[in-house]
């Protein structure tokens, strides 16, 4: 699957993650910041391309869009890489407004409806920071008590 990075901070990281996958390549990057493109390009050797402006990522060949970059514009991009027949993985935050939640839902629904569906993933990442693990380890222990609601 070739994919598509918007973002060169979080999703470099990603970046490098995915491309360990058999049948993954990170072939396309955007960042607005021209400093922090250049150290995504260098963490991402097997880039075809990497873009300060997004109509060239937008017009770049693949089928897997992640959306890494500014919190506060992931639904805006989402909706049009589903719009475009891409595949989806958002990180948090999915959305700022209801309207933008509304919005968002609509658009997978008929991402959902089309003849070659596309997928919407929400990458909610607190699960691997270390302050949750840390608690997980010590509930394990036995040190926390016990588990009450969650």
Known sequence: MRIGILGAGRGAYLGQILDRYPGARVVALCDHDAVRLEQGRQRLPNLEAAYLNLDGWYNHDFELAVIANDATAHAAHAIRALAQGRHVLSEVVA????????ALARAVDEANRSASPAVYAFAENCCTMRPTLEIKRLYRAGDLGEYQYG
């Not at 959305?95 to 509304?102: I, Q, S, Y």
């Open 95 to 102: 959305c700022n407004t209801l309207a933008e939640a509304v």
